[in-house]
């Protein structure tokens, strides 16, 4: 299981997002360990000051191997400028959440994500828990 650290501005989803994806696994792994407890860092909020994403290298420090951009799929706003992604040496990935609130396709999220240089985006709803097998597979595999 790949270390992976989330960032998402303020009530993107992160603490739901979180405790959805460990039960998930336990359900779907049918394990006893939660494997994602060690390998899951949910960065607070107060790490978003200005200077966050020039000071903070995770990769080297933590040993985690994919950032996670939290974009909520109903969030006209972002804090992920373009190109983000190449700022980490560690894969980084999108992951729409709350995508139960919108009932037309989350276009602006997908685009957000893609213009910060996601390599992956997945959807995901820790209400309606959709999307979360997809990303303990992707978490699983070597690549
Ligand atoms: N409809 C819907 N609401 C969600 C979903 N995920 C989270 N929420 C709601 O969004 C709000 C914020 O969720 P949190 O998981 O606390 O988000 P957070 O990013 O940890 O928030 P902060 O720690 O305050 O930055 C809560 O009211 C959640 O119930 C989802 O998939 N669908
Ligand atoms: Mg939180």
Redesign the pocket.
Known sequence: MKKMMLI?????????????IKSEELAYKQTQNLLLDEKLI?T??DYFDKDFFINYTPTQSDGVEVVAL?Q?ANDPDTMFQPLLATMFSAEVIGII?????LEKDSKRAEQILEFAGCSKIFH?????KQGFREIIDYLSTEH
Request: proline share 4%; aromatic share 4%.
């Open positions: 998402g501005t303020r009530a993107s989803g992160k603490a739901s997002f979180a405790q959805t949910v607070p909020n939290l909520a959440t709350k995508i139960d609130l995901t709803s820790s209400i309606e």
